[in-house]
């Protein structure tokens, strides 16, 4: 039985370019490695989730395609 094809309204783009994951890729090798340092107080990094974040900073420094910062509640 063919598979019936639906019809898209809008295009579907993409929240973050390649120059953001790849900068997120290199700061994940970073914490691997245990190199990555953060910020002010330059304490090693062991949150998967806080590698994720400083490397969509640089990303944004960069000036790669990433969305804006959330506001914290």
Known sequence: MPVKKTRTTGKK????????????EAAMKEKKRGTLRS??????????????AIGLSQARRAGAKVPKKRKSA
């Open 39 to 52: 910020g002010r107080s330059g304490k090693k990094v062991t949150s998967r989730k806080q590698a994720v």
């Open 13 to 24: 783009t993409r929240r973050y370019g390649k120059a953001a994951g790849t900068k997120v």
